[in-house]
C-alpha cells in the first residue's frame, strides 16, 4: 500500500506540472530579502542581505520571443533525437530540462547588454539588511516613490527613477524595547499611512508625507504576542483598518483605536495572507487566505463570524510551510479570478482554486541541488504589471510566462509523428489526458497499456467473435447486430441463420419423432410475460384450495361420541 501511494503521489506531481516557463532567471550572490514590482512598468526592486538595493528594468515582450523561439528549436531537436533513437523520450517536465531555453543570468550584479534586462542602478541603501520594500500605492503617485527598511532601523523614502532618498525617519525612538526590530512594510492605498511591523507585535504608524519630522501617527501596541509577518490593507471598508498576522492569530485592527477583534489560538503559525482576486477587482475585503506553517492554506470570512475562526482549509503539501500567497490578479479569466499562488519551503509554486477547495496547478521554482541538496524556498511572491507571477527565494528570482501552456501540444505532435498510425497516437494523447488523479498507479499502467493497442485488440476481439458465432449452433446470441457493424459478413455466419430460422421446414421433411419446438409459442410467450405468469398463478390459487379428506366411520362415530378410541380406563 506504501509504494502504491507514493506512486499515485509521483503522478499527480507530474500530472499538475505547468508546462508554463520563466521568461528569465537572475541569482544572486548575496541572500535575497525582500522583492518588489511597479505596479505599472516592467520595473523591479531586490533587497539584499547585504543592504544594497537593485532597481532593474526588463523588455517583456523580446523576453517572451526569445523563450518562444529557443524553445522550438530545442523541441525540433530533442524530437530529431527521439525519431534516431538517441533519447529514450521525449521530457514533458519544464523543471528536469537538461537545456533552459528562457534567459538566465548567473550574476545579478553583472548584467550583459545584449540581455534585454537592464539595472537601472544600485545603492547600499542600509547597514545591514534590508527587510523590506514597497512602491507607493497612492493614485495620484502610483509607483513614483520607494519605501524602504532595514535592521539599521532608519525608514528611506527614494525616488523611483533615480534612486535618491528624499526623506527618512528613524524609528528606533519609537519601540516599546530596544532590541525591537521592523519586520514588514505596508501603505494605505487611499491615505498617506505608512505602517510597520515590529518583532515585538507592534504597529506603527507615520505619515508618508511627512517622515522628517520623525513623530508617529498612529500606534497599535501588541497587536500580536510575537513578530509581526503580514499586514494587509483594507480599503473598501476603511482607511484605517487593516489586517495583521502574527504567531498563531489574526488581529482586524483600527489604527486609531487599536485592536477590533483577534482570531482564536490557531495552534500553527500563519505566514501570509491575501485576499482573493475578485475580493480585490471588486472592492471587497470579505473573504481572505491565509497561508500556514503546516502545509494548508485557510479561508476566512468577515461577514461570517468577524474573522474570529477559519471557514475551512485546502491542503497543499503537508511536507512544507507554505510561507507567501497572492492573488493572481487576473480577472479577465474565469479560472484565474478564483486562484491564488502560494509558494512552499520546498521550492514549489502552487495555484489555488478556493473556490474548488484544491490545487489545480504546479511549478517548481527550485528543485533539490546545491552543495547539500536544499531547495531554494520561496519566501516571496509578486504580480508584476501584465499579471506575470514572480516568484523568489533567497538565492534566485524568476519572472513567469503569462502565456498559454504550449509545450504538451507540442509533445503531443512529436507523438503523433513518432507513431506510424495518426489514429492510435490521438487516441492515446486523449487516454493519458482522461487519467484521474485520485487513480492508482497500477490502474494507470493498465490504462496505458490498452490505450496503446487500442485498435489493434478491438479487431481480435472481433475475429474472436466471428469465430464462436460460427461454431455454436445450439446457442442463440445477438450475432446479428455484431455482423451489422462488420464490412463483410462470412458464409458461415449466413447457413447458421438459414439452418436456425428454417426449422418448420426441416420439421416437415422429416419423419423422425422429435419433440418440435414452436418458436412463435417463445416469441409470443417473451413478448407476453405478463399474461403468462398471470396464466401461471391461477393454477396455483385453485390448488391452494384443496378439498377436506373423508372420515372414516369410526372416526365419526369417536367424533359424535366425544372419545378417543380408548375405553379401557374408563372407571379411572
Not at 504546479?362 to 504589471?385: M, Q
Not at 409470443?524 to 410475460?529: I, L, P, R, V, Y
Amino acid at each position: 500500500m506504501a509504494k502504491k501511494k507514493k506512486s499515485n503521489a509521483t503522478n499527480a506531481a507530474r500530472l499538475l506540472e505547468s508546462s508554463v516557463s520563466p521568461i528569465v532567471e537572475l541569482k544572486y550572490p548575496e541572500p535575497l530579502f525582500t522583492v518588489a514590482a511597479h505596479p505599472t512598468k516592467p520595473i523591479l526592486l531586490s533587497g539584499l542581505a547585504t543592504g544594497h538595493i537593485y532597481c532593474s528594468s526588463y523588455d517583456a515582450d523580446k523576453l517572451e520571443e526569445d523563450q518562444s523561439t529557443r524553445r522550438e528549436k530545442l523541441s525540433l531537436l530533442e524530437k530529431e533525437a527521439f525519431k534516431t533513437g538517441k533519447i529514450a523520450n521525449i521530457n514533458k517536465s519544464v523543471s528536469q530540462l537538461k537545456q533552459k531555453w528562457w534567459t538566465v543570468i548567473e550574476d545579478n550584479t553583472e548584467i550583459p547588454d545584449c540581455l534585454n534586462i537592464v539595472n537601472n542602478w544600485k545603492t547600499k541603501r542600509h547597514k545591514g539588511s534590508c527587510r523590506s520594500a514597497i512602491f507607493d500605492p497612492l493614485e495620484n503617485s502610483l509607483g513614483e516613490n520607494i519605501y524602504s527598511v532595514g535592521t539599521d532601523h532608519i525608514i528611506k523614502k527614494a525616488n523611483t527613477e533615480t534612486g535618491k532618498v528624499v526623506t527618512k525617519a528613524t524609528i528606533s525612538d519609537h519601540y516599546s524595547e530596544k532590541k525591537d526590530a521592523i519586520t514588514k512594510l505596508a501603505h494605505s492605498t487611499s491615505h498617506p499611512f505608512l505602517l510597520s511591523g515590529t518583532e515585538n507585535g507592534d504597529v506603527l504608524v507615520y505619515d508618508s508625507n511627512n517622515m522628517a519630522s520623525n513623530q508617529l501617527k498612529f500606534n497599535v501596541s501588541k497587536a500580536h504576542d510575537d513578530s509581526i509577518n503580514h499586514i494587509l490593507p483594507m480599503p473598501s471598508v476603511s482607511a484605517y483598518h487593516y489586517l495583521t498576522l502574527g504567531s498563531t492569530t489574526l488581529s482586524h485592527i483600527d489604527i486609531r483605536k487599536g485592536i477590533i477583534t483577534q482570531s482564536d489560538d490557531q495552534e500553527d503559525e500563519l505566514l501570509s495572507m491575501c485576499f482573493a482576486s475578485d475580493h480585490v477587482n471588486d472592492n471587497k475585503n470579505d473573504t481572505v487566505l491565509v497561508s500556514h506553517g503546516e502545509g494548508i492554506v485557510t479561508i476566512w470570512k468577515n461577514s461570517k463570524n468577524r474573522l474570529m475562526d477559519q471557514l475551512s482549509r485546502i491542503k497543499v503539501n503537508k511536507d512544507a510551510s507554505i510561507d507567501a500567497i497572492i492573488p493572481t490578479m487576473n480577472c479577465d479569466d474565469g479560472e484565474m479570478v478564483d486562484s491564488v499562488w502560494c509558494g512552499d519551503s520546498e521550492g514549489l509554486l502552487h495555484r489555488i482554486n478556493y473556490k474548488k477547495g484544491k490545487v489545480v496547478e504546479t511549478r517548481v521554482h527550485s528543485s533539490a541541488g546545491g552543495k547539500y541538496g536544499a531547495a531554494d524556498e520561496v519566501g516571496i511572491l509578486d504580480i508584476d504589471y501584465d499579471y506575470r507571477l514572480i516568484s523568489a527565494g533567497m538565492d534566485s528570482l524568476k519572472i513567469w510566462s503569462n502565456q498559454e501552456e504550449v509545450l504538451n501540444s507540442d509533445i503531443d505532435d512529436s507523438d503523433s509523428d513518432s507513431d506510424i498510425d495518426s489514429d492510435d497516437s490521438d487516441s492515446d494523447a486523449n487516454d493519458h489526458d482522461d487519467i484521474p488523479l485520485n487513480e492508482d498507479s497500477e490502474d494507470d499502467a493498465s490504462d496505458d497499456s490498452d490505450g496503446d493497442n487500442g485498435n489493434d485488440s478491438l479487431e481480435e476481439i472481433l475475429q474472436d467473435v466471428a469465430l464462436s458465432d460460427s461454431n455454436d449452433d445450439n446457442i442463440e446470441t445477438d450475432s446479428d447486430v455484431e455482423q451489422v457493424d462488420k464490412e463483410e459478413p462470412t458464409k458461415p455466419l449466413q447457413i447458421v441463420r438459414k439452418k436456425r430460422f428454417n426449422v418448420p421446414e426441416i420439421s416437415n421433411k422429416t419423419n423422425i419423432n422429435k419433440k418440435v419446438i414452436d418458436i412463435n409459442k417463445l416469441t409470443k410467450e417473451q413478448s407476453t410475460k405478463e399474461d403468462y405468469d398471470e396464466d401461471t398463478e391461477e393454477p396455483n390459487k385453485k390448488k391452494q384450495k384443496l378439498k377436506p379428506k373423508q372420515m372414516s366411520t369410526k372416526q365419526i362415530r369417536n367424533m359424535q361420541k366425544h372419545e378417543h378410541g380408548i375405553r379401557r380406563f374408563d372407571d379411572l
